[in-house]
């Protein structure tokens, strides 16, 4: 049974950092590639770092430079260490693996992040 667990959110004040976890069984976590999205209330959810299973990374616009995906092919973990959090940060934050060759895509129930003062 594949699982994707995700953990770290949490309430933060307006500058302040959170580091998500997604912990993953099930799959051979070095074949994949995972990705952090987001969704907001009221609005679609979208991508906000993604990495390769050869460890190349890719932001959205809006979060470079303030956050770093990073995974750990031994624990089967995919972080998202995020700096510098703004209100428009706030949202659910999802986990995805993904396998193209193989057609698989998993998501993770979501951890809340809130950013306010």
């Known amino acids: 049974q594949v699982q994707l667990v995700e953990s770290g959110g949490g309430l933060v004040q307006p500058g302040g950092s959170l580091r998500l976890s997604c912990a993953t069984s099930?799959?051979?976590?070095?074949?994949?590639?995972m990705g952090w999205y987001r969704q907001a209330p009221g609005k679609q959810r979208e991508s906000v770092a993604s990495?390769?299973?050869?460890?190349?990374?890719n932001y959205a616009d809006s979060v470079k430079d303030r956050f770093t995906i990073s995974r750990d092919n031994i624990k089967d973990t995919v972080y998202l260490q995020m700096n510098s959090l703004k209100p428009e940060d706030t949202a659910v934050y999802y986990c995805?693996?993904?396998?193209?060759?193989?057609?698989?895509?998993?998501w993770g129930r979501g951890t809340q992040v809130t950013v306010s003062s």
């Open positions: 995805n693996a993904e396998r193209r060759l193989t057609q698989r895509n998993y």
């Open positions: 990495i390769s299973a050869g460890g190349i990374t």
């Open positions: 099930g799959i051979l976590f070095s074949a994949y590639a």
